[in-house]
């Protein structure tokens, strides 16, 4: 006789969605005093994709969206949530709800999460709870930006890095059946759990290393009534800050999460780190002692896409069939908050 103990997570499919005009760094160079030798030595980057005018956040994470929930062979009325990772909503109210009538999620629920580049990492943490408490069965979880509605093109420290994009992964419950003889055995129980471990910071006193703030300015109703309207500023950073940050913080919370999950780094088949800068993704990799063939890295085509980074690396990996069932899988996003955390999970069912 088996017993129920509990819901594990499996990541089931992926998808992901990018306009189809690329900006070079020879292109940058007639906009900024750069050059292409420059941006790809320090960066990594040789391209990056941007939404055109009239190209909103909710068709490209539609498409992501999409592109998850057919791999993973089931259909939109089966989706329960809908996480969208964002921190350019086409709609300061959210944008996730209008991805869920656009795709035909009839029976989703659907909310925003903002967490900057961390927002995919945080958002599988967040969907996996709403899984393993028995509340929801299939749930979508799209990380989406379109960043160079806030950059600012005449600063060539942050015009550089960023590009639009969405990607999406499919989360599903699975059962954890054991018998009874076996059910004091934690490591039976939970063998068909594919989210390993997980790790999330926040250090808020770092937030002035890189924001998208709001500024607004004085305006009187009637006397002794005030109140303050403005819009957001371009995106800043300070570059070096942000580096030193990455590259001390983003390898210990990648070993604290491969402590939740009992694993060491060799137990590793593919780093997926949010697409920054090579030299962080470098740096992380040579910190951990992971070799260079097992690092994912496609930002040289799309640069920093934020929340959407991750996705896509992963659903690029899958589809060339370098990401196989059963791959061990260690991710972590790093970015404004400033906030970063970390990921194990094994790809499929």
């Not at 972590?332 to 906030?339: E, P, R, S, V």
Request: glycine share 10%.
């Amino acid at each position: 006789m088996l017993q129920q103990f509990g819901k594990g997570v499996a990541i089931t499919g992926s998808g992901a969605a990018t306009p189809a005009v690329s900006l070079t760094n020879q292109d940058l160079s007639q906009i900024v005093d750069t050059s292409d030798e420059w941006i790809s030595s320090r960066t990594g980057i040789q391209q990056r994709r941007l939404a055109m005018p009239g190209q909103s956040l909710c068709e490209l994470a539609s498409i992501a969206g999409e592109n998850a929930i057919a791999m993973a062979g089931i259909a939109p009325e089966d989706i329960d949530l809908i996480i969208l990772a964002t921190s350019t909503a086409d709609d300061l109210f959210g944008t996730a709800s209008q991805i869920q009538g656009k795709i035909g999620a009839t029976k989703a629920v659907a909310f925003d999460l903002t967490a900057a580049c961390s927002g995919f990492v945080f958002a599988l943490v967040t969907g996996a709870q709403f899984i393993r408490n028995g509340v929801y069965r299939n749930v979508l979880l799209i990380g989406g930006d379109v960043l160079s509605r806030w950059v600012d093109w005449s600063d060539r420290r942050t015009c550089i890095l960023f590009g639009d994009g969405a990607g999406a992964v499919v989360m599903q419950a699975v059962e954890s059946d054991v018998a009874d003889s076996e059910v004091s055995d934690t490591a039976n129980a939970t063998l068909r759990d594919r989210l390993l471990g997980f790790e999330i910071r926040s250090d808020g006193t770092q937030n002035h290393y890189l924001n998208l703030s709001y500024k607004g300015e004085a305006k009187e109703l009637i006397a002794g009534v005030s109140v303050e309207q403005g819009n957001f500023q371009p995106i800043t950073m300070n570059g070096q800050e942000v580096y030193r940050f990455a590259v001390k913080r983003v390898p210990e919370v990648i070993e604290k999460a491969l402590f939740r999950a009992n694993l060491t780094v060799d137990q590793v088949d593919w780093l997926i780190l949010h697409q920054a800068n090579q030299r962080i993704l470098d740096a992380v990799a040579q910190r951990l002692k992971i070799p260079p063939e097992k690092v994912i890295s496609n930002l040289a085509n799309y640069g920093n896409t934020s929340a959407a980074s991750i996705p896509i690396a992963l659903d690029e990996a899958v589809r060339e069939g370098k990401i196989k069932v059963g791959d061990t899988i260690a991710t972590a996003g790093f970015g404004a908050g400033l906030t970063w955390g970390a990921a194990i999970f094994q790809w499929g069912k």
